[in-house]
């Protein structure tokens, strides 16, 4: 924006761009490193996803490729935004990961109460309330991935302390 001065001369105020990212700046290690963190979540959610089903032959009931739909992006999506140091990545990510936990949360739920599943059955192939996976008696497919959910969230989320 120019303005005039005292002696009549036109000048350019000095303003920020909106590219400049000094208040945006990561302050400690929790602020460089949780967008990295969040990326890490999502590329193993995706690869054991991928694992099980492509590797162990588990094959996916319908909420679980539900899941993947919202789950996948957010692999290539972090990824980007980590290598660039993009801090808003927020506005596209965290739709993914609330759409994600909540059928990530129904689908425990149909495992936790398998009376529920008669509301919205699995139309093809496995039933949703079926467990491929136990382990220590409370570990299923659904409960990982409502955690990878959850701890994506809480990473995009939770900012650090500002000094």
Not at 34 to 44: I, S
Request: net charge negative; hydrophobic share 45%; glycine share 8%.
């Amino acid at each position: 924006m120019a303005e005039q001065n005292t002696d009549g001369e036109l000048y350019e105020h000095d303003e920020p761009d909106s590219f400049d990212q000094d208040e945006d700046e990561p302050q400690g290690l929790w602020e460089r490193y949780r967008f990295y963190c969040a990326w890490v979540v999502a590329l193993a959610a995706t690869l054991g996803s991928l694992y099980l089903s492509e590797v162990a032959g588990y094959m996916p009931c319908d909420l679980c490729w539900y899941q993947r739909i919202f789950m996948y992006p957010l692999a290539v999506l972090l990824g980007i935004a980590a290598y660039r140091g993009d801090r808003q990545i927020g506005v596209y990510a965290l739709p993914l990961a609330w759409i994600g936990i909540a059928i990530s949360f129904y689908h425990n739920l149909l495992q936790w109460f398998p009376s529920l599943s008669g509301i919205v059955p699995c139309k093809s192939g496995v039933p949703c309330n079926q467990d491929y996976l136990n382990w220590l008696g409370f570990i299923t497919i659904p409960l990982m991935a409502l955690t990878a959910f959850a701890l994506i969230l809480i990473l995009l989320h939770v900012k650090g302390r500002r000094r």
